[in-house]
């Protein structure tokens, strides 16, 4: 499962971050998933439930926020969404897009850390 990796990935970094900031659990994590990063949130979600196990991600919350995904149009300099199967061509000027301007993110916007006990 491709889910898996990225999640794995995710924990991995998420406790690199944490512990750079000297915490030793992580609560939440945040990450921005692009329409067309090709990563479906339920089975990431899934996966993370997964990969956290034995961690100091354990008992952290994975947060998604969706970015939508958006092309450019040079013909009428605007942006359009692109829609989900993607379609590259401008709803207004009818021509095809060359610039995609958002939706393939993948990474990590946050990490909710538990300060270590003194
Ligand atoms: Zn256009």
């Known amino acids: 499962m491709h889910e898996l990796s990225i999640a794995t990935a995710i924990v991995e970094r998420a406790e690199e ?21 090709g990563v479906v949130p339920d089975a990431l979600h899934f996966a993370f439930e997964v990969a956290r196990d034995g961690t100091a991600l354990a008992g952290a919350r994975l947060l998604v926020e969706q970015v939508t995904a958006r092309a450019w149009c040079d013909g009428c300099a605007q942006e359009f969404t692109v829609g989900m199967p993607p379609f590259f ?30």
């Open 89 to 118: 061509w401008c709803p207004r000027c009818d021509r095809p897009s060359q610039e995609l301007r958002s939706g393939r993110e993948l990474e990590i916007t946050g990490v909710e850390a538990v300060a270590a006990p003194l």
């Open 17 to 37: 971050i944490a512990r750079a900031e000297g915490a030793e659990d992580v609560s939440a994590v945040t990450v921005r998933v692009g329409e067309l990063a």
